[in-house]
């Protein structure tokens, strides 16, 4: 059980990793990390775009998951806490980067299309 808790922090770090880049315009154009989409990959400018004003809600969820999997791991590793708590923190953990880069794409999407007028 404590496997997923670790997965899911790491993927949280992740999120704010990729986040950050995305905010900070150091995030390069690829196939691999990011919001890729027909939209996105067209030009480095709406690859930005979309990356600017997506990165806010990737960067909070994976705090807030990072910050759940860090709170729960020394408790989870000491046999204090059930296996259902720590699936069930896991779980929401992966609710909350999915649900967070769904919404990403979708708010990085929509504002660069305004911003960029395409």
Do not use: C
Not at 37 to 46: A, K, V, W
């Amino acid at each position: 059980m404590i496997f997923g808790l670790l997965v899911m922090t790491l993927a949280g770090v992740v999120l704010v990793t990729i986040g950050w880049l995305g905010l900070q315009g150091r995030l390069p154009r690829n196939h691999f990390a990011g919001i890729r989409t027909p939209y996105t990959m067209r030009s480095d400018e709406t690859w930005y775009a979309t990356h600017r004003h997506g990165a806010p809600v990737l960067i909070f969820a994976g705090v807030a998951a990072v910050s759940a999997g860090l709170a729960l791991i020394p408790f989870a590793a000491a046999g204090a806490v059930s296996d259902g708590l720590i699936a069930a923190t896991a779980l929401a953990m992966a609710g909350i980067l999915l649900v967070a880069a769904l919404a990403s794409w979708l708010i990085g999407t929509r504002k660069a299309r305004a911003e960029l007028g395409a």
